[in-house]
């Protein structure tokens, strides 16, 4: 089996208003974060962290034209990616391209504010679905 290196992170969910989905997630005993806007992927974003289930990044459109625009064309929510933690991307990216998946670049590695300044990139996998690299700090 494998080893592409990578550590589960958090599940994106793009959101046209955050208020029903911060409602829930309060309900299932979250700690939904501060809202910040990050130019660099011109979207608003919350990370949402409880004890004992997974993590949710709250992704809400930016400023004018931006990345959920085809995303949430035909719904007003969707968990859309799911973001995995790697210590060393290129090695991630060689242990996928040497496996018979298929994987496409989306979008380059560029630094996301509500990670400190890590590094995020984005890619598409045949068969499973988009993913986000987070590079460790």
Known sequence: MPDFGMT????????RQEDQAINFL??????????????EQNVHLRLCTALDKPAFELIMQGIGDGPLDTILKH???IIYHTCYETDCLDK???ALEATDLR??????P????????????????????????????
Do not use: C, W
């Open 8 to 15: 589960f992170h958090h599940m994106g969910l793009a959101v």
């Open 103 to 108: 994987v496409f670049p989306i979008v380059p």
């Open 75 to 77: 719904t007003s929510e």
């Open 110 to 137: 560029k630094p996301a504010l509500l990670f400190g300044n890590r590094k995020v990139s984005f890619y598409q996998v045949m068969g499973f679905g988009f993913i986000e690299l987070l590079e460790s700090a």
């Open 26 to 39: 309060e309900g299932m005993d979250y700690r939904i974060g501060d809202k910040i806007y990050d130019p």
């Open 92 to 94: 991630t990216l060689s």
